[in-house]
């Protein structure tokens, strides 16, 4: 009866103050909102890779190179993980190898370019995806047998029941073979089994006969292979240490000095490793969004705390006849408490409501699906509830302990005895808010800056009006010719200035990468350069300047192709010419290959990867001589672009009627190398709104709350002559201070995270005061923005209106 009365009562007071009411369950609920959000994220990425049972012992064969341009991280020696389950058997029980490569997949008529995973037969052994249809323990046993996704299969046939139906796959020499479809997986979660970003992943999955069909048996069997990605399944008990020792010892075995010197295989658990893939940028950017979602928490309670404390001052009297009629001080202290735990209860619903509303747009804004409340673990039932007796207690505990303290005479006549009211607390607590906030803007600001510099940067090539698109692959030598008679079919069109093809385009990848040196030295003191594939029109194409000499030569067919390389500036310098003049004609070769190889052009540096990495050394090697190629690029000349891939994908379905034509401009593909910067441009552009509007309320309920307290000096300043603008003057004093302070706190603060941050970038802006500057009058604008619209109204009524007022 009596906690019914207590609520009865604590309902009526905040009936009574709806204006503070409102603004702090609604200060409170958009904080709670935004933490919920950041937290379901975050559980979303703990969860990566969590469907799979024993995943603790499942290992990926990690590779640390002493060079990062030796190798890949997540992939490994071919043969590696075949051979410690063979020589190692107390330590491995099954292992998985897969590859991944791109081909056209046809059904009928029907053609599709598409990513697949050829591997061993273990792959539904090891991992345990869940199937629809199909055996797996046999699905993947016959040589030309395809395990598809639920997805994949309804985008083929319409339906998901499609065991037994065939697809028509394209090898690497062009040649077609049918796959029949064994089984059909359930659409899995993102994993990092079936591709490593959620934009780029594996649904088809091919039997191990597929690896000859595509000619990469090499890739598994050969110790010089460093691209293969190799999983095993370690015995209980096992650590990684044990397994990194018989790798180390395996790979001085069967691995020449200039590998096993420069590669250290690292074991990583499965469950570990999506959080610590690529230095570990999943768990900074999680960490940092949990950091940024603690500040604005705290924000939002700080906002509650001072409104409360604030509101309660103006309860004094009530208080003094609350206690004269017999109430009791733990009565009074339950009571405060029990309206700052109501006010808390109802944030929180509210913040729920905000959380179901916002979750699919909040998850555009990641590109990550965000998980339900359905989603989390039985025991998140009961995290509503210490949240709430926290918040309810911190904002409680100043009205419940102190006020409710007050001899009832005093309290009567609405004074406090010996308890001045807390000015510095509520002010120091105002400070934090402004510091995070200033934080949280500038950090937006600084990111919106060096994305700006990374798409505006001049790149060393034109990227503007070029395009690339896949072609079907034949890599053979008459594939080659093939596709050269092609381009140059595309090349006489007239809304085209260059066509090239190539193995790779500027997104980041490479064909590979080589030990380089100057003869007479030896491979001792070799340089490793990244390898290009390509013909002599990429730098046309891509309008790429020469230092010297040519990009090959304008006869392509000449036979003096196979033994001429193109250097970039940056391989020249490595080998010791002092000038790109200097190495024309120049002998070098290339480990592991017999032929000498003359200088034919050195180009301008250019960027080929992000501006994460500085420009590697790069040698550029013709198709004629290694026969690879992925893509051609086509300039289009300025004007009617929509025209121009009208009149491309004409002919295209004349020349290659198999094969889809998808294109993508090379601004779509460099904003690709910088995902994880926009994902936190946006994540940083929401806590700034999201700080800033909790900053506002705050400013707004302590205006409002100071000029119902201030109400009869405000009409004795106008008696005196006080202006209009010197009332406002008044009340805008009461934040000047405080923003002054909070940016001479926060300034420093942001500028070692931020530069922190650069840092991690070989090429970056120089962080100066603008950021600063405009972000501190920014502020000031919008909080005297909301003390002239608050403090208008009282700055012109008339003093006895005030005056009147108790």
Not at 263 to 291: E, F, S
Not at 313 to 336: A, D, N, P
Not at 456 to 484: F, I
Not at 689 to 697: G, K, N, P, R
Request: charged residues 15%; aromatic residues 12%.
């Amino acid at each position: 009866m009596m906690i019914k009365n207590y609520l009865l009562v604590a309902w009526r007071n905040l009936d009574k103050h709806r204006f503070f009411s409102t603004v702090n369950i609604t200060g409170l609920s958009i904080g709670l909102a935004f933490v919920l959000l950041i937290g379901a994220y975050a559980w979303g990425e703990w969860q990566v890779n969590a469907l799979f049972k024993d995943n603790d012992r499942i290992m990926l064969l990690r590779s640390k190179w002493s060079n990062p341009e030796m190798g890949f991280e997540g992939t490994t020696i071919g043969p590696l993980a075949k051979a410690l389950q063979d020589n190692y058997p107390s330590l491995v029980s099954s292992i998985y190898r897969h590859d991944a490569i791109t081909s056209i997949v046809s059904i009928g008529d029907k053609h599709f370019r598409e990513q697949l995973q050829p591997g061993d037969s273990t792959f539904l052994q090891v991992f345990s995806f869940p199937l629809l249809y199909g055996d797996a323990r046999t699905a993947l046993q016959q040589p030309n047998a395809v395990v598809l996704t639920a997805n994949k299969a309804r985008q083929f046939f319409g339906k998901t029941d499609v065991v037994g139906n065939t697809l028509s796959i394209q090898s690497f020499d062009g040649k077609k073979q049918d796959f029949e479809i064994t089984a059909v997986m359930q659409d899995p979660p993102f994993n990092t089994v079936s591709g490593y970003t959620r934009t780029s992943k594996n649904e088809i999955f091919l039997a191990p006969g597929s690896i000859a069909f595509f000619g990469r048996q090499s890739l598994l069997d050969s110790w010089q292979s460093v691209y293969t990605v190799g999983y095993v399944v370690v015995k209980p008990g096992v650590t990684t240490a044990q397994l990194q020792q018989a790798a180390a010892t395996l790979l001085k075995t069967h691995t020449p000095a200039s590998v096993y010197q420069h590669l250290t295989v690292a074991p990583i658990p499965l469950d570990q490793y999506y959080l610590q893939m690529n230095n570990g940028i999943a768990r900074k950017m999680m960490l940092v969004l949990l950091l940024v979602a603690g500040f604005i928490l705290m924000m939002a309670v700080i906002n509650f705390v001072n409104i409360s404390m604030g509101n309660s001052l103006t309860r004094i009297k009530e208080i003094g006849v609350r206690k004269v009629m017999g109430g009791r001080k733990h009565q009074l202290v339950l009571q405060f408490i029990t309206e700052s735990v109501l006010v808390a209860a109802f944030s929180f619903m509210v913040a729920l409501l905000f959380f179901v509303v916002l979750r699919p747009l909040f998850g555009q804004v990641l590109e990550k699906d965000i998980p339900g409340l359905n989603s989390f673990p039985v025991w998140f039932a009961c995290l509503p509830v210490p949240v709430i007796l926290f918040t309810g207690l911190v904002a409680g505990i100043y009205p419940a302990f102190v006020l409710s303290a007050q001899p009832s005479v005093t309290a009567l006549k609405g004074k406090l005895q010996q308890v001045k009211e807390k000015v510095m607390l509520r002010r120091g607590l105002i400070v934090v808010q402004f510091v995070t906030a200033i934080i949280v803007f500038t950090g937006a600001v600084v990111i919106n800056q060096q994305l700006s510099y990374f798409f505006n940067k001049n790149l060393g090539y034109d990227k503007d009006h070029v395009m690339s698109v896949p072609v079907p692959r034949d890599w053979t030598a008459t594939g080659v010719r093939h596709l050269e008679s092609v381009r140059n079919e595309f090349a006489g069109m007239g809304e085209v200035t260059a066509v090239s093809y190539s193995y790779e385009i500027p997104n980041g990848n490479n064909s590979g990468s080589n030990m380089m040196y100057r003869p007479p030295m030896d491979s001792s003191q070799a340089i490793t350069a990244v390898n290009l594939v390509t013909d002599e029109q990429f730098a046309a194409a891509y309008g790429i300047k020469m230092e010297a000499g040519s990009f090959f030569y304008k006869n392509s067919s000449s036979n003096e192709d196979s033994s001429r390389i193109v250097l970039n500036a940056s391989a020249a310098k490595a080998l010791g010419w002092k000038s790109a003049q200097e190495a024309m004609g120049q002998p070098v070769k290339l480990y592991n290959y017999p032929k000498v190889l003359y200088v034919a052009g050195v180009t301008r540096d250019f960027h080929f990867s992000s501006l994460h990495t500085p420009i590697a050394p790069m040698y550029i090697t013709h198709a004629h001589v290694v026969p690879l190629f992925r893509y051609l690029s086509f300039r289009l000349k300025p004007g009617n672009p929509s025209a121009a891939i009208a009149a491309i994908q004409k002919k295209w379905q004349a020349l290659f009627p198999d094969a889809p034509f998808e294109y993508r401009f090379m601004d779509d593909t460099i904003a690709a190398l910088y995902a994880q910067e926009q994902q936190m441009k946006k994540a940083a552009h929401w806590a700034t709104i999201v700080s800033l509007l909790i900053v506002l309320l705050g400013v707004l309920g302590i205006i409002t709350l100071s000029m119902a307290r201030r109400n009869k000096e405000m009409g004795i300043r106008k008696i005196l002559g006080a202006s209009p603008w010197q009332i406002t003057c008044l009340f805008a004093q009461e934040f000047s201070g405080v923003i002054l302070i909070a940016n001479l706190v926060a300034w420093p603060v942001a500028w070692l995270i931020l530069q922190h941050w650069l840092s991690g970038y070989a090429y970056r802006i120089n962080m100066g005061l603008e950021p600063f500057i405009v972000v501190a009058l920014s502020l000031l604008l919008l909080v005297c923005i909301i003390v002239l619209g608050m403090t208008r109204k009282l700055a012109v009524t008339a003093p006895v209106k005030s005056l009147r007022t108790e």
